[in-house]
C-alpha cells in the first residue's frame, strides 16, 4: 500500500508541475506581448494562481487539487531549485561588469543602497506609528525595521540583466555602471538579510546559534572552494564534466539543509556556496555552475506557485491598500533619488543618470527570494510579503517603459550640449574615459 501511495503522490506532483510550467509558459507569452521580461509573466502568473483557483474552486476542491503532502512536496522542490538557481546568481555577484567607471559604480550603489534603506525604515515606522498589527507581526523590532529596509533596498539582477540585453544597453555607460552597482547593492543586502534574520532569533541564543549555522556554512563552502581548486578537481572536471556538475549540485544542496537544519534560511547556505565558487580567469567551473542555474531555473516557477498559496491566500483581506499604496511610493522615491544622485554625483551627464535611477529600481526574482527568507525565518507576515511582492512586480514592470519613456523624450528634445557645440562623440568618449 505504501508503494502505491508514493507512486499516487508522485503522479499527483508530477501532474502539479506540469500545470505550473504550463502557467509559465503562458506567463511568459504574456510577457512578450506586453514587451516585458519573461520573468515578470512567471512571477505574475505563478503568484496569482493559487489564491485565483482558490477563489474560483473553493476550499475543499482546492484541499483536493493540492493536498497538504503534495504542497509540501512542492514546497521541497522549489527549496531545491532556489538553491540550484541562487549558486548561479551568487558566483555572478563576485564579478561586476568589464570595465566599468569606479567612481560612478561606488557612487551608484552608495545612492541605490542608503536612501532606500532610509525608505524601508521609514515605512517601518509609519506600521509602527499605525499601529498595523496585521503588517507588523511580532519578530523582534530590530529585525523587523532591518529585513524591510534590506528588501526596499534590493535591485535584481538577473531581470536587470536581460532588459540591459532585450533593449541593447549592456555596452553603453549607463547599462554597465547600474549593473556594476546593482552587483554591490545586492551583495550587501545579502550579508544584512543574514544579520536580520539572525536577530530575527531574539535571543543571544538564537543569535549564536544563527553565527554557529553561518560559520559552518562558510567552512563548508570553503572546503568546497579549496577542493575545486586542486589539480584532481579540474582533471575529473575535464573527463566527467556532467558528473562533477551533479555532485556540485548535491553539495550545494547538502550545504543548504544543513544550514536549515540548524536555524539558518538553505537560501544563505546556497549563497555561500555560489560565492565560494572560484570565478578567476583560470577556474574552468562556469559552465557547470550555469547548467547547475538552468536546472533550478527551469523549476524555480514552483517556487512563484508555492509562495502564492502558502503567502497570499489568507493576506488579502489583511493587507491595507494604504500599506501597499505606501510601500509602492517609497521604494521608488528611494531608489529614484538615490540612484540619480548617485550618478550625478559620480560625473554622469543627466540623460545617463535618468536611465541609471529607472534601472535601479528593478527588483524581480532576487526580491522575492529576499522575501521568501524573511517570512521563513517569522520576520515578516503575509500582509507586508503581500504589499512587498505587489511592490517589486510594478517597479519591475515599469522599468522598461520607464526607458522607453526616456528614449522617446530624448529624441524628441534635442540635448542642451549639441546645442551648444560640445556633442563630439570622440570628446564624450574621452571624457568617459577619463573617469574610470
Known amino acids: 500500500m505504501e508503494v502505491v501511495d508514493l507512486?499516487?503522490?508522485?503522479?499527483?506532483?508530477?501532474?502539479?508541475?506540469?500545470?505550473?510550467?504550463?502557467l509559465a509558459w503562458a506567463g511568459r507569452a504574456a510577457a512578450r506581448l506586453l514587451r516585458q521580461p519573461e520573468v515578470i509573466g512567471e512571477i505574475t502568473a505563478g503568484l496569482l494562481a493559487g489564491p485565483a483557483a482558490l477563489h474560483l474552486m473553493g476550499p475543499s476542491a482546492f484541499d483536493a487539487v493540492l493536498p497538504g503532502p503534495v504542497l509540501d512536496t512542492l514546497k521541497l522542490i522549489s527549496k531545491a531549485a532556489l538553491a540550484l538557481f541562487l549558486v548561479g546568481l551568487a558566483h555572478k555577484l563576485q564579478a561586476g561588469p568589464a570595465a566599468p567607471a569606479r567612481r560612478t559604480t561606488a557612487w551608484v550603489a552608495a545612492?541605490?543602497?542608503?536612501?532606500?534603506?532610509?525608505?524601508g525604515i521609514?515605512?517601518?515606522?509609519?506600521?509602527?506609528?499605525?499601529?498595523d498589527a496585521a503588517a507588523r507581526g511580532d519578530a523582534p523590532l530590530a529585525a523587523f525595521v532591518l529585513m524591510i529596509a534590506v528588501s526596499m533596498s534590493i535591485t535584481a539582477v538577473p531581470v536587470m540583466a536581460r532588459i540591459l540585453t532585450d533593449r541593447g544597453m549592456t555596452e553603453t555607460s549607463a547599462g554597465r555602471v547600474a549593473l556594476g552597482?546593482?552587483?554591490?547593492?545586492?551583495?550587501?543586502?545579502?550579508l544584512l538579510c543574514m544579520l536580520a534574520i539572525s536577530l530575527g532569533e531574539g535571543s543571544l541564543a538564537g543569535f549564536l546559534r544563527s553565527a554557529l549555522a553561518l560559520a559552518v556554512?562558510?567552512?563548508?563552502?570553503?572546503?568546497?572552494?579549496?577542493a575545486l581548486r586542486t589539480p584532481l578537481a579540474r582533471r575529473?572536471?575535464?573527463?566527467?564534466?556532467r558528473a562533477v556538475a551533479v555532485l556540485l549540485a548535491a553539495a550545494t544542496l547538502a550545504v543548504a539543509i544543513a544550514l536549515e537544519k540548524m536555524g539558518m534560511t538553505a537560501i544563505v547556505g546556497a549563497a555561500l556556496v555560489g560565492f565560494a565558487i572560484p570565478r578567476d580567469a583560470d577556474a574552468p567551473w562556469a559552465p557547470a555552475v550555469d547548467g547547475i542555474a538552468r536546472s533550478g531555473r527551469f523549476l524555480v516557477p514552483a517556487f512563484f506557485v508555492v509562495t502564492g498559496v502558502t503567502v497570499l491566500n489568507g493576506s488579502f483581506s489583511q493587507a491595507s491598500w494604504v500599506l501597499i499604496l505606501a510601500t509602492f511610493v517609497l521604494a521608488c522615491l528611494g531608489k529614484a533619488i538615490g540612484g540619480y544622485a548617485g550618478a550625478r554625483l559620480g560625473g554622469r551627464p543627466r540623460a545617463d543618470a535618468r536611465r541609471v535611477a529607472a534601472l535601479m529600481n528593478t527588483r524581480g526574482l532576487t526580491e522575492l527570494i529576499v522575501l521568501q527568507a524573511g517570512f521563513s525565518a517569522g520576520i515578516l507576515t503575509a500582509p507586508m510579503v503581500l504589499a512587498l511582492v505587489?511592490?517589486?512586480?510594478a517597479t519591475t514592470a515599469m522599468t522598461g517603459p520607464l526607458l522607453g519613456l526616456l528614449d522617446r523624450r530624448e529624441r524628441r528634445v534635442p540635448d542642451r550640449s549639441?546645442?551648444?557645440?560640445a556633442a563630439d562623440p570622440q570628446l564624450t568618449l574621452a571624457m568617459e574615459g577619463s573617469t574610470r
Open 7 to 22: 507512486l499516487t503522490r508522485s503522479a499527483h506532483v508530477v501532474a502539479i508541475l506540469a500545470v505550473i510550467l504550463l
Open 111 to 119: 545612492g541605490a543602497l542608503v536612501p532606500p534603506l532610509a525608505s
Open 122 to 131: 521609514l515605512l517601518a515606522g509609519l506600521i509602527l506609528a499605525t499601529d
Open 181 to 190: 552597482a546593482a552587483i554591490t547593492v545586492d551583495a550587501v543586502g545579502w
Open 217 to 226: 556554512g562558510g567552512v563548508c563552502a570553503l572546503a568546497i572552494r579549496f
Open 236 to 241: 575529473a572536471y575535464g573527463k566527467t564534466p
Open 390 to 393: 505587489v511592490m517589486a512586480i
Open 418 to 421: 549639441r546645442k551648444a557645440g
